[in-house]
């Protein structure tokens, strides 16, 4: 009864912090580069309150940590709307080796989607016996349950826009809201580091790499570990390997599509994706021109011969449209359409040449990023949707089926 006789305001004057919810508040926070919340990977060291006071205590894997002033803010919104709190101490600082070795076993456990964390601890301090795809463990989107789709943009030669439309499709599939992983695995050309613009390399937690990010979709190339101007010699096998650990070494989540910038033409990475994700699904990148069109077959072709699933074209510089507003077609016309007609698949878009999309590429200002609403970002942004709507490939095994013999 003598709660009637209480204004709200001396109530919550008269209120103390409940610290359980204050702390489950928190630990929901999701945080943006892991896309896990702070209670599980052990980033709140410190959660207290006296009365109307908190302090929290935030330790960041390393100090370079990307977005830590957006947590720390989102940290700061949600202590304040925690009924009772009044005054917030709040500390960022590092964790110690022994959280951050903590933290590697989480992530490591979160990426095999192991039963219990023991079998990532086991995976090693020492660099020798975890997880790589060959050792019978893969990363758990490329287990046969998971729903990602992988997507292989290929080509027959470079030059044609490959990386361009990975790094495009990549932001407009994240802004229709799915999680997108790029990996650029074109590794004598890598060239998505600078066209996507992130702006911090990867971060390396002992033997979990954290990819970069912009514009909601998640990077690694071997663009980050490579000294510029530094010309790069891979034999076969270590192709193989650097790829292999890009997917099985690396804390991806559990994204939607991770699209890859595949070198171009036909070789040792083609054979290393359908290795290591039997389920990648190929688009091929086209120039009009009749000639192009025939190189890109031959890639197609050799993508089927390692039964990956060849699922549609993308026409890049299709036409420039000049001053007069015509359409003027500098490398031909029909590439696309015929190429698409011959695979038998669909021809999902045309790209128009128009100086905003390289400039957006030397700039890492990608257009559909910078200008969503333009006629090339949304011609991107429908191949985009076109992509998804044509849902994950049917895997045919031969031995699975009835009327193959
Ligand atoms: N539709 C387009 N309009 C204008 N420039 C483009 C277009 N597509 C690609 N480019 C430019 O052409 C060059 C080659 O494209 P890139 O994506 O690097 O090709 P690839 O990865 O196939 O070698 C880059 O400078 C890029 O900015
Ligand atoms: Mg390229």
């Not at 006071?53 to 304040?80: N, T």
């Not at 663009?223 to 510029?228: I, R, S």
Request: aromatic share 4%; glycine share 10%.
């Amino acid at each position: 009864m003598e709660r009637l006789f209480r204004t709200p305001t001396k109530t919550r004057e008269c209120m103390a912090v409940d610290q359980v919810q204050l702390e489950a508040a928190l630990s929901a926070i999701i945080e943006p580069e892991l896309g896990l919340p702070l209670g599980q990977i052990g980033l709140l060291r410190e959660v207290t309150s006296r009365r109307r006071r908190v302090r929290i205590e935030v330790a960041l894997p390393v100090a370079a940590w990307p977005g830590s002033d957006e947590l720390a803010d989102e940290i700061h919104r949600v202590a304040g709307s925690v009924p009772g709190v009044e005054e917030i101490e709040f500390d960022l600082t590092v964790m110690t080796d022994e959280e951050r070795a903590a933290l590697r076993v989480i992530l490591r456990t979160e990426m095999l989607g192991a039963a219990s964390p023991d079998a990532a601890a086991e995976g090693g301090h020492d660099g020798h016996g975890h997880a790589h795809g060959g050792d019978g463990a893969a990363a758990a989107f490329l287990l046969p349950d998971s729903t990602t789709r992988v997507i292989g943009v290929s080509s027959g030669k470079g030059g044609v826009g490959k990386s361009t439309v990975t790094v495009n499709l990549a932001i407009a599939l994240a802004e229709s809201g799915h999680s997108v992983g790029l990996l650029d695995a074109d590794v004598y050309g890598f060239s998505a580091p600078k066209m996507l613009g992130t702006d911090h390399d990867p971060i390396i937690l002992g033997d979990v790499v954290i990819p970069t990010s912009a514009h909601g979709v998640k990077c690694l190339s071997m663009g980050y570990f490579v000294p510029d101007d530094q010309p790069v010699i891979w034999r076969g096998p270590m192709l193989h390997k650097a790829i292999q650990q890009f997917l099985t070494d690396a804390y991806w989540g559990r994204p939607d599509f991770v699209l890859v910038d595949m070198p171009p033409g036909t070789g040792d990475v083609a054979l290393t994706l359908a290795q290591v994700m039997p389920k990648a699904e190929i688009i091929v990148v086209t120039t009009p021109q009749p000639a192009a069109q025939r190189v890109a077959q031959r890639s197609a072709f050799a993508a089927r011969r390692l039964k990956l699933s060849v699922r549609g074209v993308v026409e890049n510089m299709s036409w420039f449209t000049g001053d007069d507003g015509r359409r003027y077609e500098l490398f031909g016309a029909g590439g696309g359409q015929t190429l698409a007609a011959d695979l038998g698949v669909p021809l999902l878009g045309q790209v128009p040449l128009v100086n905003a999309v390289r400039l957006g590429g030397d700039e890492g200002r990608p257009i559909v990023a910078v200008d969503p609403e333009s006629d090339t970002a949304l011609v991107f942004t429908d191949i985009a949707s076109k992509l998804a709507s044509l849902g994950p490939a049917r895997v045919y095994r031969k031995e699975l089926s009835l009327r193959e013999g």
